[in-house]
């Protein structure tokens, strides 16, 4: 059964690069979240979007990360420009966006960025 | 944060011991889930629990809710060197939400 899908696993920037994640949820559901993974921070909320339509957009994460979902099928999550801060893990995650559904997570992009 | 303040907390046992984990937090929920993150994945969920039940079992899986102190718990029996991962609680924001916030989780060890 196809789970949600992530890619890249890994990627390598220098500072001030854009990169490009990309996030396929399980068919069917209707949310879409974007986690942020860090030791210190731990998982951090950056974009949650609803039938395709952002619901929320990070607070803190605005100026330089933008996710957008095209179509029910796919999201991407921009980071523009890149700065060694931005090193974690990005973990892309859907349900059926119910109160008290399971979030099915993929297996993230873990970020490096020099 | 909708959580307490406990830290990423690390826990290192044998092989065969039980464990439990706590979590409290903040603001009301009726729901917490529980899910398990092993190195290089993401996180899976394990058992979810309502308020309703107060105490949920799963193989060797044991999770509470207590609505009255906002705190839920989770009990590994007899674990094993799998069992080996980071554990986080989670809760909902609201009715019409899919949305979690997550705890900072505990890290668990589990020696052969």
């Known amino acids: 059964d196809a789970g949600v899908t992530q890619t890249p696993r890994h990627e390598v920037a220098e500072k001030g690069q854009t990169i490009i994640l990309k996030c396929e949820p399980v068919s069917g559901h209707n949310d879409l979240f974007w986690y942020r993974q860090t030791k210190i921070q731990g998982l951090e909320l950056l974009s949650y979007?609803?039938?395709?339509?952002?619901?929320?957009d990070g607070g803190a994460f605005k100026d330089r990360f933008k996710a957008e979902m095209l179509n029910s099928s796919f999201s991407t999550l921009k980071i523009q420009p890149t700065e060694p801060k931005d090193s974690a893990v990005y973990l892309c995650?859907?349900?059926?966006?119910?109160?008290?559904?399971?979030?099915?997570f993929g297996e993230g992009s873990r970020l490096i960025v020099v | 944060s909708q959580w307490g303040e406990e830290n990423l907390q690390a826990l290192s046992i044998q092989e065969g011991e039980d464990v439990t984990m706590n979590c409290s937090y903040k603001t009301y929920t009726t729901v917490v889930q529980w899910y398990r993150q092993k190195s290089g994945k993401g996180p899976a969920q394990l058992i979810l629990i309502r308020s309703n039940e107060r105490e949920k079992r799963s193989g060797r899986l044991r999770a509470t809710l207590d609505t009255s102190s906002q705190s839920s718990s989770l009990s590994i029996t007899g674990t094993l060197a799998t069992d080996t991962a980071v554990y986080f609680c989670?809760?909902?924001?609201?009715?019409?939400?899919?949305?979690?916030?997550f705890g900072h989780g505990t890290i668990l060890r589990v020696h052969p």
């Open positions: 979007f609803r039938s395709k339509s952002l619901m929320e």
């Open positions: 989670a809760k909902g924001t609201g009715a019409n939400t899919g949305k979690l916030t």
């Open positions: 995650a859907s349900s059926f966006g119910l109160s008290g559904n399971t979030l099915y």
